[in-house]
């Protein structure tokens, strides 16, 4: 039976102590640095003070019966007694051969490391493989968010079922999480407690010849929710005309702001004195954050992708592209990407002149909210009534839905999108109410024979089916039936000068 005490240890007797005796034992008596009066017997020889630790020693037999002193970490006797029944509950599956020695030996080894040493020299592994830092920064928050909130300070206080609730909490109370952050939360404990079982993934290679810090992952199996059946901030694809107007939005909307006046009975009328530098500064505000949108959806580049692209990446031959590097792309393969005649013109005079290891575009940290802005002045509903959003990542989403009213094949569609999955392309990336699915019944040849009389002599093919009513600027825009002549057949966009969009020619790239 094993036991648990206060290690002794003796000190010098502390500057400025007196000498005091009490029931025959001699005590130093001194004044701490707080103002407290402290007092502690002295040794045998007088000349040190005795002391004890502040945690308590456990005493006890290991599996192979040798005596062990292990600290507890506790300065509560309970809580160590508990430390104690555990250390020889460990000892008693050694002797039944249920675990090895050197298992049981691994939580000794740990035991006392707080949880947070572990969490950051899991982040760095993360770094060491070269995950993305956007993705190593969401971990390490997630991490040390749920670790605070569970009461997690050491490996032996993780538990599934107390995260489990905690994430209930954050579903059902005030912060409404949406399924897909709650399964992100569940997912970076799943990895973690691998990491901490010495799991270790080498390419798409898994091994188990990691440091073993614990022996189970207790957060192995721990159930997700079903995100299908939880669309928050669900994507919706946009229509030629409402993807025109925000880029009209966007260009125009600086200078707007800042000749607009806030107070006083003009209230609302742009009439602020603005200067030319200004104006032209304002001016080429609007035309970046402009051709941001345009190049998000005309490559399906993501937030951080447009904000890591410097002007070397782009290149204006004959067939012009924008490289992604390994090192900026979400897969980490990085990727050769066309570009679309026009925007390649446009990029093309947008960095001309500018060091080629600059920036491509200035993305402000704030972009999300300077686009529910332009929204608004184009007159763009952000949700509508199936709880669709409109948001920075939508343009990629509206990306892969004009590759398929492009009549884009869809392994062809997979490969601009940079999907590993072709479901992840056709069912999240496409939007199918923009789809001109009544064109495609029309186009069906099966019975033209044989029931002439029953086909109408023309029919106006429209987006029906394809857009609810609820969506502004619903109206038909006419699918084009040419081949386009780029290479991945993107569809909308005119051509698009400094004075707001050209109509469209028989030269115009579509």
Not at 244 to 270: F, H, M, N, V
Not at 336 to 354: F, Q, Y
Not at 396 to 419: K, N
Request: include cysteine.
């Amino acid at each position: 039976m094993g036991t648990i005490y206060r290690k002794q240890y003796t000190e010098p007797i502390p500057a400025d102590s007196k000498i005091v005796i009490r029931k025959g034992k001699r005590l130093a008596q001194w004044t701490n640095r707080s103002g407290k009066v402290k007092t502690a017997e002295l040794n045998e020889a007088g000349d040190r003070i005795r002391c004890e630790t502040g945690t308590y020693i456990a005493k006890f037999r290991d599996g192979d019966g040798v005596v062990c002193e292990v600290s507890t970490g506790c300065r509560d006797k309970q809580a160590a007694m508990s430390i104690l029944n555990d250390l020889e509950t460990m000892a008693e599956r050694v002797k039944a051969n249920i675990i090895t020695s050197a298992e049981a030996k691994i939580g000794e080894l740990f035991a006392d490391m707080p949880l947070s040493v572990h969490i950051g020299e899991y982040i760095r592994h993360l770094k060491e493989r070269r995950v993305h830092p956007h993705r190593v920064k969401n971990t390490d928050k997630r991490l040390k968010e749920s670790a605070t909130d569970c009461g997690f300070r050491y490996m032996r206080d993780m538990n599934a079922d107390r995260l489990q609730r905690w994430l209930g909490e954050q579903v059902s109370g005030e912060r409404k999480m949406s399924a897909s952050v709650h399964n992100g939360f569940v997912q970076v404990w799943i990895s973690f407690g691998n990491w901490l079982t010495g799991k270790r993934i080498h390419g798409k290679r898994t091994t188990m010849k990691g440091e073993v810090r614990f022996l189970n992952n207790p957060f192995e199996g721990m159930g997700k929710l079903d995100e299908k059946a939880d669309p928050k901030r669900k994507a919706r694809a946009m229509t030629d005309d409402e993807l025109e107007r925000l880029l009209g939005a966007a260009r125009q909307r600086p200078l707007d702001d800042a000749l607009t006046i806030r107070k006083g009975p003009k209230k609302g009328e742009k009439l602020a004195k603005v200067s030319d530098d200004r104006k032209s500064e304002l001016l080429r505000l609007g035309e970046e954050r402009a051709l941001i949108y345009k190049t998000a959806v005309l490559t399906g580049l993501r937030l951080n992708e447009l904000r890591t692209l410097i002007n070397s990446d782009l290149s204006f031959g004959d067939v012009p592209f924008v490289r992604l590097r390994s090192t900026n792309e979400k897969n980490r393969k990085g990727s050769t990407l066309p570009l679309r005649s026009d925007l390649a013109v446009e990029l093309k005079e947008w960095t001309n002149g500018k060091d080629r290891g600059a920036p491509v575009f200035v993305v402000p940290a704030g972009l999300l909210r300077i686009m529910n802005r332009d929204l608004i002045v184009a007159k763009i509903p952000k949700h509508d009534v199936d709880g669709c959003v409109v948001h920075v990542h939508a343009l990629r989403h509206s990306f892969g839905t004009h590759l398929s009213l492009g009549g884009v094949l869809p392994r062809t569609a997979q490969a601009a999108m940079r999907h590993s999955n072709i479901s992840l392309t056709m069912n999240t990336y496409t939007d199918s109410r923009l789809l001109d699915i009544a064109s495609a019944v029309e186009s069906i040849q099966l019975f033209r024979t044989l029931a002439p009389n029953l086909a109408p002599d023309s029919v106006d093919y429209g987006q029906i089916e394809s857009i609810p009513d609820h969506f502004e600027g619903s109206k038909a825009s006419g699918v084009e039936t040419k081949k386009p002549r780029n290479p991945l057949r993107i569809t909308g966009f005119s051509l698009i000068g400094p004075a707001g969009f050209e109509p469209t020619t028989s030269t115009t790239p579509r």
